[in-house]
């Protein structure tokens, strides 16, 4: 079964780090590209950052650009996003997905607090 | 930076009725356009992507249309486990680093 795990969540506050993790089941992980896709309370969703398969390229929304890092481990089926200087408005579920712009497997999310 | 407008916010109709939603683009966006499903407490489920292909499994009720600015998802004939929130996106092909949702469509009863 092709599944998305994601872990990390919790609450921080603001100005300090979180890295969440994403465990990739089912598929060859080694293949796709993946992104990070957030949904905060009462919003629609916002896409974050993407990284290319083996990690060459890595783009990122203009609200994460400098704070968040994208990265993979493809020998361990696993996605990252360190989340750095973290902000109110960076509260959300952050869901992991596959796919670089049509992702079509997605997890459950893992929520993300920043408060003080 | 393209802003994705969607329209009705909130639509509201019965099962076995038809739903039309509305997805604008402030520029041309070709069929770089993918339409999601999302309920409350679950993952995203993806249904069109190239703004007409239906994704594996996905029910032959949900079609989408449009090109350029103006794309369209129809379902049919709704049943009672399509009442969610429904999501256009569209994304630049090259970098990848243009990715953006709409604010959605919620399909109640």
């Known amino acids: 079964e092709v599944q998305l795990v994601e872990s990390g969540g919790g609450l921080v506050q603001p100005g300090g780090s979180l890295r969440l993790s994403c465990a990739a089941s089912g598929f060859s992980f080694s293949s796709y590209w993946m992104s990070w896709v957030r949904q905060a309370p009462g919003k629609g969703l916002e896409w974050v950052a993407n990284?290319?398969?083996?990690?060459?390229?890595?783009n990122y929304a203009d609200s994460v650009k400098g704070r968040f890092i994208i990265s993979r481990d493809n020998a361990k089926n696993s996605l990252h996003l360190q989340m750095n200087n973290l902000r109110d408005e960076d509260t959300a579920v952050y869901y992991c997905a596959r796919g670089g712009f049509r992702m079509d497997v997605w997890g459950q999310g893992t929520t993300v607090t920043v408060s003080s | 930076e393209i802003a994705m407008t969607q329209s009705p916010a909130t639509l509201s109709v019965s099962p076995g009725e038809r739903a039309v939603l509305s997805c604008r683009a402030s520029q041309s966006v070709s069929t770089n356009l993918v339409w999601f499903q999302h309920k409350p407490g679950q993952a995203p489920r993806l249904l069109i992507y190239g703004a007409s292909t239906r994704a594996t499994g996905i029910p032959a009720r949900f079609s989408g249309s449009g090109s350029g600015t103006d794309f369209t998802l129809t379902i049919s004939s709704l049943q009672s486990e399509d009442f969610a929130v429904y999501y256009c996106?569209?994304?630049?092909?090259?970098?990848?680093?243009?990715?953006?949702f709409g604010g959605g469509t919620k399909v109640e009863i």
């Open positions: 996106q569209h994304y630049v092909n090259w970098p990848l680093e243009e990715i953006t």
């Open positions: 990284i290319k398969q083996d990690g060459s390229d890595r």
